[in-house]
């Protein structure tokens, strides 16, 4: 594993904000599950011995141990969040917040999930009636919520590949690559409008940020930015190459934080960076790619999925190499990847389009769960494809089902 320093880039205020609390969230998540879990463990043992043992110095004596075995354990997982010295100070004040918010067990607000939830919170901040934490649990996503879209060329139909996520507005951008078009769905699965079938060719990637869409071909060799208030075209780069700035098949895509966009080349063997105005910043991975197929960037790192050989690569923001994890193991958990997301833990959504599935596996690669199987029916895919997961964890996947060609779990 690489020892490189973690380097903070500059970033505007709005994004700042943005990166701390993606940060703070990424460092105390399960720290925070642990420490309920712990408390309440604690609570359920002093009510149950409450009648019988309340006045024996032994059990206040014993409970008193475990508070302070508690209180020690948050404090030694405290300290692991001092690798980065400009947020440690922010990091704890906001972890002594939320402990007295679990001190008090009345009304605790939603934690920041994701930065694309910001927008959201500053005007509706949903409450709970009691201590509850968020938690992804993939074994109960069985059957889907949605399932639209028939397999086809007309009209409302899709020949899809990549889709992004439009939280703010719940809306759904689909990269319809059979039919050379964008299509709009609202979140309840509604089809509202396309656009760029008279530009584009083979669609494939696809995100969305708040002013733009950017969007890879792979029949053009291009990347596309269009606005998204009308959907003209703005610009895009020029012609099929390996030269900076130049891409031989782009497909899978992703915006950051500084809304610079990073491009997965297949035929290139690397990760292109552009800025927000498509001007060539630069490239990684040339010396560890193969064929790239997607691409994802978080506040501290840069995950690229590589199909061969199948492993997830984890680069630091800089450009070098954490580590990389294998996918495909002797029972073969990843036979034929194509987009991936990632959840608010880490955990790494991959599509299978050889069995037909989204495999859910750890940061370490290991298999955590399957979702879906091979059909036309709800919950069956047939190549699944592209993929993305909410701030609040419904999984949204586009798959050539004849049927049901969007669906979320």
């Not at 086809?152 to 078009?181: C, H, M, T, V």
């Not at 709009?184 to 990637?205: A, H, M, N, T, Y």
Request: aromatic share 10%.
């Amino acid at each position: 594993m690489a020892t490189n320093q973690l380097i903070i880039e500059p970033v505007n205020e709005l994004a700042q904000f943005d990166y701390v609390a993606t940060q703070i969230m990424n460092r105390f998540d399960l720290l925070i599950k642990q420490l309920i879990a712990r408390r309440d463990a604690l609570l359920g043992k002093l009510k149950d011995m409450k009648d019988a043992y309340l006045s024996k110095e032994s059990t206040r004596k014993s409970a008193m141990e475990e508070l302070a075995n508690t209180q020690r354990h948050m404090e030694e997982l405290s300290l692991k969040v001092n690798e980065n010295k400009d947020l440690h100070q922010q990091a704890t004040d906001l972890y002594q917040q939320r402990i007295k918010q679990l001190e008090t067990p009345t009304k605790l607000q939603q934690p920041f999930f994701s930065c694309s939830m910001l927008s959201q919170l500053q005007t509706q901040i949903a409450e709970f009636g009691e201590v509850k934490e968020w938690e992804l649990d993939y074994s109960l996503k069985k059957e889907p919520i949605l399932a639209v879209g028939k397999e086809g060329y007309g009209n409302n139909e899709l020949n899809a590949a990549g889709l992004s996520l439009d939280e703010p507005n719940q809306l759904i951008y689909i990269a319809d690559w059979g039919n050379s078009r964008i299509q709009v769905v609202s979140f309840e699965g509604k089809f509202l409008e396309r656009f760029g079938q008279d530009i584009l060719k083979r669609p494939w990637g696809i995100a969305v940020t708040e002013d733009n869409v950017f969007i890879t071909d792979e029949d053009i060799h291009a990347l596309l930015q269009f606005n998204k208030k009308d959907y003209k075209l703005v610009k895009r780069t020029g012609n099929r190459g390996a030269g900076d700035g130049e891409l031989n098949l782009p497909q899978g895509l992703c915006v950051d934080y500084n809304g610079d966009v990073y491009v997965a080349e297949v035929s290139n063997h690397r990760v292109s960076i552009f800025s927000k105005a498509l001007e060539f910043v630069n490239c990684l991975g040339t010396q560890q790619l193969k064929h790239p197929k997607d691409v994802k960037v978080t506040p501290t790192s840069i995950v690229v999925l590589d199909y061969n050989p199948i492993c997830v690569h984890f680069y630091w923001r800089s450009g070098h190499l954490i580590y990389s994890c294998i996918t495909r193991r002797t029972d073969g958990v990843v036979y034929g990847p194509a987009f991936f997301s990632l959840d608010v833990v880490g955990n790494i959504l991959i599509t299978d389009i050889f069995r037909n599935n989204i495999k859910i596996l750890s940061p370490s690669g290991e298999l955590i769960h399957t979702i879906g199987r091979r059909g036309h029916g709800r919950g069956e895919f047939t190549n699944s494809f592209g993929i993305s997961i909410s701030s609040l964890g419904t999984i949204y996947v586009i798959s050539h089902n004849a049927y049901f060609c969007l669906q979320a779990f």
